[in-house]
């Protein structure tokens, strides 16, 4: 656990930009890692280094997460249904919605 006084004692420097989640400033670790004092935890930003970036990154990450939930819901309704038209129709959906989580992917690694 390291506050912000801590912090600058150690050597790191305070950043103009705040963190994502709680808006509170940055710091940079001598290290070179981006510190969060108040969450406790590591911030990583994109290349850029912008705070848009940042948080285009973590929208990304929440979509993605949705996409999994959806995909594992759908294995539930492919388990249940019986009728080709239906079965077709659920195959089509968990088609897209892998096609979108591996494009997804794709774009987060850049
Ligand atoms: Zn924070």
Known sequence: MKGMA???RSGAT?????????????????SGEIWCANCQRRVVIVP???EATAEAGLELESLERA????????????????????????AEVLDALLASLERLRRVRKG
């Open 48 to 50: 850029e280094g912008e």
């Open 14 to 30: 305070m950043l103009s930009r705040s963190c994502p989640e709680c808006s509170s400033p940055l710091f940079q670790l001598k």
């Open 67 to 90: 996409l999994v939930k959806k995909i594992s819901a759908m294995e539930g309704t492919l388990a249940t249904e019986d009728t080709p038209a239906k079965l077709k129709e659920v």
């Open 6 to 8: 801590e912090l600058l």
